[in-house]
């Protein structure tokens, strides 16, 4: 579930008020909550959250309650109350190494979206994908190989607009 549905509990809010704030049904709401899928179009859902937190101060005051909590952290994923966020695109087939199972989380996710926007889940998603394979790639043939230079130094330049 994300935690965003133990704070709405914690802090008496209805599911009807996030659904108003979101734009979102019941049904889409409710799914979202418990699974921690957030709909295609996450942008709305999360701009939904947002307002949401802005416009009630019961939300804001869990949050700084919980050690100043971003409310980005409300769409982190936890199993039951009190327990640690789990990892984005957590592995349940066993047939899939982690890397794998991110890749397609993104490629579903970007599949299903209405249009070609990335939301922040997804770039955060690409990036911790970026990080395994770089990793992977060090692993190989070390940090100090020139192609792993260039690599890098490319990547650098497309990430940042510089020259490579």
């Known amino acids: 579930m994300l935690l965003l549905k133990l704070a709405l509990d914690e802090c008496g809010i209805k599911q009807k008020v ?9 049904t889409q709401v409710s799914l979202t ?18 307002k949401l937190v802005a416009a009630d101060n019961r939300l804001t ?12 952290s409300l769409c982190d994923i936890i199993s039951e109350p009190g327990q640690v966020a789990a990892p984005i695109a957590a592995n349940t087939n066993p047939a899939l190494n982690g890397l794998e199972c991110l890749l397609y989380e993104i490629a579903g996710r970007a599949a299903l979206a209405p249009d070609d926007s990335l939301n922040n889940k997804v770039i955060i998603m690409m990036a911790q994908a970026t990080i395994h394979m770089r990793r992977k790639m060090a692993a190989m043939v070390g940090h100090d190989a020139p192609w792993t230079v260039r690599t890098e130094a490319e990547a650098a330049a497309i990430l940042t607009g510089g020259p490579a």
Request: aromatic fraction near 8%; proline fraction near 3%.
């Open 33 to 50: 909550l418990s699974t921690g899928k957030l709909p295609a179009n996450a942008d709305k859902f999360l701009d939904g959250v947002n």
């Open 61 to 72: 005051d869990w949050l700084v309650d919980r050690g100043n909590l971003s409310v980005h």
């Open 18 to 26: 996030l659904c108003d704030a979101t734009g979102f049904g019941k």
